[in-house]
């Protein structure tokens, strides 16, 4: 009965800007540190960022530092990723995820994470 839904994934020229979205619903979110990560055609899934349940800590991949900022808002149950200065290889299908006790500091793009969404596909064109 979790869900995950992603929102706001599209097509970007290099250098643009999109925003994206994901509403938890079945779990109590606040408890619930959230991640993003992405799939590349042909690549192994990636940690994008992370954030704590209180939104009081995030951490990012250093291929997105300081281009991407995650937040959340607990009344709303969201999560969000802002993406600035997009470039051809951010193109990837974005997951975003919920971890129960996940620790921030050692999560990797093999963290096992305890609920996924469908994804939303973000295409960056040069």
């Known amino acids: 009965q979790v869900q995950l839904v992603e929102s706001g994934g599209g097509l970007v020229q290099a250098g643009g800007s999109l925003s994206l979205s994901c509403e938890a619903s079945?779990?109590?979110?606040?408890?619930?540190?959230m991640g993003w990560f992405r799939q590349g055609p042909g690549k192994e899934r990636e940690f994008v960022a992370g954030?704590?349940?209180?939104?009081?800590?995030?951490k990012y991949a250093d291929s997105v530092k300081g281009r991407f900022t995650i937040s959340r808002d607990n009344a709303k149950n969201t999560v969000y990723l802002q993406m600035n200065a997009l470039k051809p290889e951010d193109t990837a299908v974005y997951y975003c995820?919920?971890?129960?006790?996940?620790?921030?500091?050692?999560?990797?793009?093999?963290?096992?994470?305890?609920?996924w969404g469908k994804g939303t596909l973000v295409t960056v064109s040069s």
């Open positions: 995820a919920a971890s129960r006790w996940g620790v921030l500091g050692t999560m990797t793009d093999n963290y096992a994470m305890d609920y």
């Open positions: 954030i704590t349940a209180s939104g009081g800590s995030t």
């Open positions: 079945g779990v109590t979110f606040s408890r619930y540190v």
